[in-house]
Every structure is written in structure tokens, then in C-alpha cells.
């Protein structure tokens, strides 16, 4: 319509999210999509057409208009987050009206229903710029991926950003007993082996235990040692929608759920001693893990074995060069202090970590 402007809704007031809003007066209808509301855990303001207080459209961070209601909104200003929901899978003028109110998308119920739950419960979660999210795998056993992982998660909630450390690792015997928290209370993996479909990312947060100001996911010491592949991406896909770092602990070996992991991932580290047995271990892994993932850089560690340079090992991988990892002896065996490694903020290993992420978010337009 002449005259109308496209247009983005405003962030809520405070970085909360907004309540989606709803515009039909078919009472079928209606009760649906309340329900589905409902199930995304969301409140939504319902009208019959536009609202009469001003802001209330532009505002709505998504808006539901019932076919019925197509002709009602059809002069309000064109903006995002408008979708067309109907229900006549034949009536093909539904297309022509969602092109007259500016619809971003076209939905049929109920065959659309969890896409739409989907997108309301992102409103509800006011998610933005997905998690930066980095695994660290070993070249060979015990070339100290899991103390590189955690202390990448350590450095990342030391400067301020919402980080989740996960443990990928059934048969490594806990991150939490690493970070000194194996008695803290929270969830565990176990109890996600159920879940299917969405996870809430502000649920999940809240049952995970809170050890050195971030949030961990580890396996227990129980039996269970096998969480279903989606349970896996649901879960993942949860941490992420909250934004800031997500940092995994990842297994040598690649199973299914693994691949659901490794297939979330921006960039991953390949944490290699720089000796030609473990460049000869760590090639068969970056072989493995290469199939799916999309970014695999390789970390080297010392001491050096004769003729070998962290160039020189990354150049035999055929790898890019994330940095040399400081020997430290906190990379070397665990921890008994209760103190993660990198929790001091000074020294090598810390400074390895603050100048990675530094980089990383650069490069993926973080700040």
C-alpha cells in the first residue's frame, strides 16, 4: 500500500521480550493459537483488528493475523514478524491477501503448528544473535582438551558474557568434578535423555548448576552413558538461542550424537602435543570430525619434539593455526584445588584463552 513503511519492531523496553500479538476474531482459531502460545510459554495480546493504542502493532515483536482478519490490517504499516494463519489448505487467495498486509509468511493449521510454536517461543526467550559456540577435542588421550575447554569457559564468564560449558564426553567422568562442582545441585545429562522437540533456552539455563559464574552441563556418574542424537540437538540448540558462548568438551570418537553436536558448532579446536605419534593420532581424528564440521583449527602444545614447530604441526595436519597452548602444569593433570584452570586470570593459558576469544568474536561480529 502506498505510503507505508517496512519496519523492524523496536526492542522492548529494557532488553525484555514482547508479548506477540494476536489479530482474528475467529473464535476456533483463536483458541488455537492461544494454546499454541501457551506451549511456547508466551502471554499474547489479542485483538480483533489494529490496536488502537498507538505502538501497539509496530511494537509486537510478532504478530498472528487470522485470515479472517486480513482485510482489517490491511492499512497499518507494513513492518517484520507477520504471519498469516488460516486453515483452508485450497484456498489458494490466501497468498494475494497475506501480499496485501505485508506477511512474512503464510501458515496452515494445523499442519504449521510447531513451526509456529517455534517462533513464538524464540519471542517468548527474546533470542538474538546466536551463541558463539566452540568445541575442543584431543589429537590423542590426555593432551588436555577438557582443561583447554574449561578454561576457555572460565575466561569467557570472566569477561562478562553468558557462557555455557557442556561436557560431550559420556566416559570422561564429569566436567563438574574438573570445575570442583560434582556435588553442586542442577541437572545433569540423564535427565535430558527424554526430551524431544524444542528445550526452552531460559529453562535450561536455570536447572544447570552454576560453578565460577557459568552454567555447566556434564554427565554424572551414573549408568546412563547414551543420550538420544535429538535430545542432543535439542538441547544444544537451546544454549545457543541464549546468546553469548557455548564451549564443548568433545570425545574422540563420532557417533550420532556426537555429529548432532559437531553440526551446531561455529569453529572447533584440535588440541595436538606437538610429537609426531600424537600428529599421526590427531590426523585420523581431524579426519573423522571433518566430514561434519565446518571449521576445525588446531592448537598445539608443547614441549616440542625435535624438528617440530607448531607451524610445522598445523602444516602436517593441513589444519589452520589457532595458536600454541602454553604449558602449564594445570594443562597437565587435574585439578585437586577445587580452582578451574584459568580462574586466576593471569598467566600464559589465561592469556591464550582472553587473546582466542578476542579473536573469535571478532570474527563472528560479536564484540
Known amino acids: 500500500m502506498a505510503g507505508t513503511v517496512t519496519q523492524d519492531p523496536p526492542p522492548a523496553v529494557g532488553g525484555s521480550p514482547g508479548r506477540p500479538l494476536i489479530v482474528t476474531e475467529d473464535a476456533e482459531l483463536l483458541d488455537d493459537l492461544l494454546r499454541l502460545c501457551a506451549a511456547a510459554g508466551a502471554t499474547p495480546e489479542v485483538h480483533h483488528g489494529v490496536p488502537e493504542r498507538r505502538g501497539s502493532w509496530e511494537a509486537a515483536p510478532l504478530v498472528l493475523v487470522g485470515d479472517d482478519a486480513a482485510r482489517r490490517v490491511r492499512g497499518a504499516a507494513r513492518r517484520r514478524g ?22 512474512d509468511h503464510v501458515l496452515m493449521l494445523p499442519d504449521g503448528e510447531q513451526w509456529l510454536v517455534d517462533r513464538i517461543a524464540d519471542v517468548a526467550e527474546g533470542v538474538g544473535r546466536p551463541a558463539v559456540t566452540v ?26 558474557l553468558r557462557t555455557l560449558l557442556v561436557d560431550a564426553d559420556p566416559l570422561g567422568g564429569g566436567l563438574d568434578v574438573l570445575l570442583g562442582g560434582e556435588t553442586a545441585e542442577g541437572l545433569r545429562w540423564p535427565a535430558f535423555a527424554a ?27 551414573g549408568d546412563c552413558v547414551a543420550v538420544p542424537p535429538q535430545a542432543v540437538r535439542a538441547v544444544l540448540a537451546a544454549a545457543r538461542r541464549r546468546g553469548g558462548t557455548v564451549v564443548v568438551d568433545l570425545p574422540r570418537r563420532l557417533d550420532d550424537g556426537v555429529a548432532e553436536v559437531l553440526a551446531q558448532l561455529d569453529l572447533a579446536l584440535l588440541v595436538v602435543p606437538a610429537e609426531l605419534r600424537a600428529v599421526a593420532a ?55 584445588s577445587g580452582k578451574p584452570p584459568g580462574a586466576a586470570g593471569r598467566g600464559p593459558l589465561a592469556r591464550f584463552c582472553k587473546d582466542f576469544w578476542e579473536r573469535t568474536l571478532v570474527e563472528a561480529g560479536g564484540t
Open 282 to 336: 590427531a590426523g585420523r581424528v581431524a579426519s573423522a570430525v571433518g566430514m561434519v564440521l565446518r571449521d576445525l583449527r588446531v592448537a598445539v602444545r608443547g614441549p616440542y619434539s625435535p624438528g617440530l614447530d607448531d607451524r610445522e604441526v598445523a602444516r602436517l595436519l593441513g589444519l589452520p593455526l589457532a595458536g600454541e597452548v602454553p604449558v602449564e602444569s594445570g594443562l597437565l593433570r587435574p585439578h585437586h
Open 82 to 103: 507477520v504471519v498469516l494463519v488460516g486453515r483452508d489448505q485450497d484456498d489458494s487467495g490466501v497468498w494475494k491477501r497475506a501480499v496485501q498486509i505485508g506477511a
Open 135 to 160: 568445541g575442543v577435542i584431543g589429537g590423542r588421550g590426555g593432551a588436555g582438551a577438557s582443561t583447554l575447554a574449561c578454561a576457555l569457559a572460565v575466561t569467557s564468564a570472566r569477561e562478562g
Open 195 to 221: 526430551s524431544r522437540g524444542r528445550v526452552g533456552g531460559g529453562a535450561l539455563e536455570e536447572s544447570l548448576p552454576r560453578l565460577h559464574s557459568l552454567r555447566v552441563l556434564s554427565w554424572d556418574r
